[in-house]
């Protein structure tokens, strides 16, 4: 631990789930729960998730024999223009499927020591290290778990003079267990179907099969080696230790599914034991000071380019209880949550280690998680990667274009052949097989479940990363394809009508309108389906010109861009939700699908749309304040974008304090209950959702540095209680990093960098009511005068 690295620390060993300290590789991720005696460390594996590739045409297979496809669709736009929306939701549930599937926990590995005391545990921010100082039948032991990504495994080191015994156990169906005299080797099965909390009719929530599937087979292979000095035996299930003064434990796992995610050929369950066991063997060779080293320097060059301080140095260990959810300081939380969402960002998305992270990251221990620990992409899978490219963690973004991919080529055969259109679509939810058709079984609520713009807001990003790095390779070889596809289909869902192009059905997820006093969802063009078809046919444009695309699909972008309808304002001064001023059943949703036009699509902005920008300010006094963890986020870095500094640490405030009630219970939606911190600093909806802890960062990044529109703007919302600070190595569009320091509430010192992109372009940045532009060669710094 170096002398400014920023350590969370708790004074006792976790007793439940949500104290426990994540660590993970991209692909492995474990709660260490800590302590003498039994502890815990719960394991999972970012590819195990029930279903089977085949799953999604399989299902659209079987939505296509209800009779759903282009001419009952046609049926659907008639019903809906004619106000006649009963029938509209009856005809639609036709168009659903089941679900998408589970992300499941893998392996507990039960460690217990002697008798003792622990003297402290903590968690490392900087080097990814659960750390633990304890007393064991009278003698100091030090306990130290981390996830390797170099090695491809969680490491357990244990010094000091102990007895040790080891256990091995899956909350899924075991089929191979071996106890050796170093290690574990355990075979299990995945089920090849799992269905959400909310859906318990389901007769077989977990659906196990004895022999592969359509040339799948669901398996999963976990190995556990040690390494110790002293004695070792076994039992029917444990491994013993006797007279032990070092261990070093290795857990490695090989699955189906990563084979499919990794286009590679299937695997024989003896080679993915096989596999495991190498990897295994591999790292216990290198040994615990290697395999620490290599470790360390990994994450530090990758979470070390960018840092955050607010208010004052500090150094040591950081109480999480005392000095954080207590609210004693605002400005150390506000840096703790800054670094906690890059850290845990870093370790539940890496390029190569597996789909990205999901909403626990890659942290799950039920086997019927919250909202299947899957991706939801009306909000909370986009907002789990806001920070990717503006903290300085571009190459953790990659995952997420590589779900992006595998939904293409789903939501292409689901674009086809449910909506007779060109290109890919993709709805509500995904997973890690691409599922890109509407989930809810027949009986799921329009609201949410009917919603054709997933891919138009979820690929923003493959453009985000270019705008950020500057790699043009990117853009015309990963980034094109995707938005091409994307804009195809939304050309083909757009009908016209007045003179104008709608998209028809349209909903506003998940909110509800007020028709003759009754709810309803179903309308034609919503402000966000417009502003996300809007930004795809712009990127589209600006892609083809910047790698000299000459594509026949750029001029029906052309003739359609002028004929999506602008954005409009509600007669009470809001920015408005649906194609006409309607009332919103719940004019305090959570939701604020809209805003989508303010951040982050950058279509809204003081400074350009300052009518359309003042009616976004009144839709967020509308909407009040907090709800739950991704709401605050979202609503955090909205302020922020509209310059409001105060109102987005007010929110910061509501959504850092410790959760008040059940962290396990299922809070309505309506934020009667709102959500807060758990105490290992997890945000919480609740249950827990990660969205939030990844979208604070973003949203306090955009207090202090925006980079829309092709203007740096330095502490554009900066609230009079953060007086003093630094903040370097913050990511700009363009291939630009900025430094700054701050003191008393002014500018101290600013400089900016050009670490890609193109040269001539200029650089324009404000601050202080100054203007200054220039341009940088690649490697150039200039310091501004402030």
């Known amino acids: 631990m170096r002398h400014d ?21 991209g692909r492995l991720g474990a709660m260490v729960f800590g302590g003498p005696g039994r502890t815990r460390l719960q394991v999972n594996d970012s590819t195990v998730w029930s279903g089977t590739p085949h799953g999604p045409a399989d299902a659209l297979a079987d939505v296509l024999a209800t009779g759903a496809g282009p001419e009952r669709l046609a049926e659907v736009r008639a019903a809906i223009m004619a106000g006649d929306y009963r029938t509209a939701d009856r005809l639609l549930m036709s168009f ?58 969680l490491c357990v080191s244990i010094t000091g003079r102990t007895d040790l015994r080891l256990e091995l156990e899956s909350p899924l169906r075991t089929v191979h267990k071996l106890l050796r005299d170093n290690g574990f080797e355990f075979g299990v099965e995945i089920p090849v179907d799992g269905a959400p909390q909310h859906e318990p009719q389901v007769e077989e929530p977990l659906r196990y099969v004895d022999a592969p599937i359509d040339d799948y087979d669901p398996f999963g292979a976990v ?60 790292a216990l060779t290198q040994g615990t000071e290697t395999l620490l080293r290599e470790h360390d320097a990994d994450l530090r060059r990758l979470l070390g380019g960018t840092s955050l301080r607010i208010g004052r140095q500090v150094n040591g260990p950081i109480d999480v209880a005392e000095d954080v959810l207590s609210g004693r300081d605002e400005r150390l939380a506000a840096t703790v949550m800054f670094q906690y969402g890059r850290y845990l960002l870093a370790s ?17 221990a039920d086997l019927r998680p919250a909202w299947s620990s899957n991706y939801t992409v009306n909000i909370n899978t986009e907002m789990n990667y806001w920070p990717a490219e503006v903290t300085g963690l571009a190459e953790c973004h990659l995952p997420l274009i590589d779900l992006l991919d595998k939904m293409a080529a789903n939501g292409a055969d689901v674009a086809r052949e449910l909506y007779g259109a060109r290109g890919w679509v993709t709805h509500h939810n995904t997973d890690m097989w691409g599922w890109s058709l509407p ?80 709810p309803e969802s179903l309308s034609w063009s919503s402000t966000m389906d417009i502003a996300l078809l809007r930004a795809v046919f712009t990127r589209c444009l600006d892609a083809a010109r910047i790698t000299s695309v000459d594509d026949p699909v750029l001029a ?67 909407r009040g304040n907090g709800a739950m963890g991704w709401s605050w986020a979202w609503k955090i870095a909205l302020r922020a974008r509209l310059g409001d500094g105060e109102t987005a640490r007010s929110l910061l405030l509501e959504a850092t304090r410790p959760l008040g009630f059940d962290w396990d219970l299922d809070a309505p939606t309506d934020g009667s209950q709102w959500g807060g911190l758990l105490p290992n600093l997890f945000s919480s909806h609740p249950p827990f959702q990660i969205d939030g802890n990844y979208g604070f960062p973003a949203g306090i990044a955009e207090m202090l540095v925006q980079s829309h529109n092709s203007v740096i703007r330095v502490l554009p919302a900066l609230p009079s209680s ?61 310091r501004l005068a402030c």
């Open 223 to 282: 190995v556990v080696r040690i390494d110790t000095d002293g004695k070792v035996s076994t039992t029917d299930s444990e491994l013993i230790v006797t007279g032990s003064t070092r261990a070093l434990i290795v857990l490695g796992t090989s699955t189906a599914a990563r084979d499919f995610w990794e286009e590679r050929a299937p695997r024989t369950r003896t080679e993915h034991l096989s596999t495991a066991s190498g990897r295994v063997s591999g």
């Open 96 to 153: 659903e499927g089941p679900y998408s599937q589970e992300f499941l926990p893998f392996a507990d590995l039960w460690m217990t020591l002697g008798k003792g005391s622990l003297q402290g545990r903590t968690l490392n921010l900087d080097n990814g290290v659960a750390h633990e100082f304890l007393t064991v039948d009278g003698h100091e032991v030090e306990r130290s778990v981390w996830a390797s990504h170099p090695a491809g495994v």
């Open 722 to 782: 953060w007086p003093s600070g630094a903040l370097t190595g913050v990511r700009c569009r363009g291939g630009l990093s900025a430094d700054l320091t701050w003191r008393n509430g002014s500018l101290a010192a600013l400089s900016i960098r050009r670490l890609t992109g193109d040269p001539l372009r200029t650089v324009t940045v404000l601050f202080d009511g100054q203007r200054q532009e220039f341009t940088l060669a690649v490697g150039e710094e200039r």
């Open 5 to 25: 690295d920023l350590v969370l620390s708790w004074p006792r060993p976790a007793g439940e789930w949500i104290e426990a300290a994540p660590v993970g590789n």
């Open 348 to 364: 539940s998305s890496r390029p190569g280690s597996g789909p990205p992270a999901n909403l626990q990251g890659v942290w799950n």
């Open 439 to 518: 989930v809810g079984m027949g009986h799921g609520a329009p609201s949410w479940a009917i919603w054709q713009m997933g891919g138009a807001w979820l690929v923003q990003h493959a453009w985000d990363h270019y705008e950020f790095t500057g790699d043009t390779a990117f853009l015309r070889d990963r980034a094109w394809p995707l938005l091409r596809g994307c804009a195809l289909f939304g050309l083909d869902w757009l009908v016209e009508h007045d003179g104008q192009l709608d998209t028809i059905p349209s909903t506003s997820p998940e909110n509800w309108f007020l028709v003759d006093g009754k």
């Open 556 to 622: 029906e972008i052309e003739k359609a861009l002028p004929r999506l309808r602008p954005p409009a304002v509600t007669a009470g001064g809001w920015l408005q939700e649906w194609v006409e001023d309607l009332p919103e059943e719940d004019p305090k949703h959570r939701h604020m699908s809209q805003l989508v036009t303010v951040y982050p699509l950058g279509q809204i902005d003081p400074g350009i749309t300052p009518e359309l920008a003042e009616a976004a300010v009144n839709l967020m006094d509308r």
